[in-house]
């Protein structure tokens, strides 16, 4: 599996934007980039993923390098609930049978 | 959004003892379930793949004997683990994906076993 690479923590102050950096520079044409977090004490939840555009829902946008060598999960407004473990994946287009890969993560600290 | 159970949530056994968990999927239904397993302050490590009527894929180094799985239907995948000692306490984690997806995986909220 292509392997990805995230800083160990980071933190952030209550209702400022937060950019949590990926690097994965040999992603495959056909890997989706996947964003998981994981709350204490919780299973992992999804956040968003995408393949080559810049992607939004409520939850995060998720910023692509044009040569896709890198992403940045963004959080528009980081509440205390935010503060997890958020995980950046690639997994290959192909059908449900793939097991997610979780490499170490960037714990996320969010203080008031 | 999908959602998956387990249980119990959490339990504490005896040594020697045997210990089935649950992982049970809602509202939809899994041909595929993966079963993880998360120590203190490290990240999730894949168990095995268990597929609906057949037998589960085990990761290296994962004894099959010892992670008993079975998946006997759609939305119901099971793993056991057998004899456990104390280096078997964990955050047990299943996650299923929904049949012709290939995106969004979902999580349930994890087992924590402690054996003493």
């Known amino acids: 599996d292509a392997k990805t690479t995230q800083p160990n923590s980071m933190e952030s102050n209550e209702e400022e934007p937060v950019h949590l950096p990926c690097n994965h520079s040999t992603i495959s044409g056909t890997d989706y980039i996947h964003w998981y977090r994981q709350l204490p004490s919780q299973g992992p939840e999804y956040v968003i993923h995408?393949?080559?555009s810049n992607v939004n829902n409520r939850m995060a946008s998720l910023a692509i390098a044009e040569d896709r060598k890198s992403s940045t999960l963004i959080l528009h407004r980081a509440t205390l609930r935010d503060a997890a473990v958020y995980y950046c994946i690639l997994r290959p287009l192909s059908n449900s049978g793939y097991a997610l890969n979780f490499g170490k993560g960037t714990s996320l600290l969010v203080t008031p | 959004g999908a959602v998956v159970s387990q249980h119990p949530s959490w339990v504490i056994c005896k040594s020697g003892t045997s210990v089935k968990i649950e992982c049970r999927s809602l509202d939809f239904q899994a041909t595929t379930m993966f079963w993880y397993r998360q120590f203190p302050k490290q990240s999730l490590m894949l168990m095995a793949t268990?597929?609906?009527?057949?037998?589960?894929?085990?990761e290296q180094g994962v004894e099959k004997d010892k992670f008993l799985i079975n998946h006997a239907s759609l939305t119901l995948s099971t793993l056991t683990v057998t004899s456990a000692h104390p280096e078997d306490s964990s955050f047990y984690i299943c996650s299923a994906s929904l049949v012709g997806s290939s995106h969004e995986q979902f999580f349930g909220p994890g087992t924590r076993l402690t054996v003493l």
């Open positions: 268990s597929n609906e009527g057949s037998k589960a894929t085990y």
């Open positions: 995408g393949l080559t």
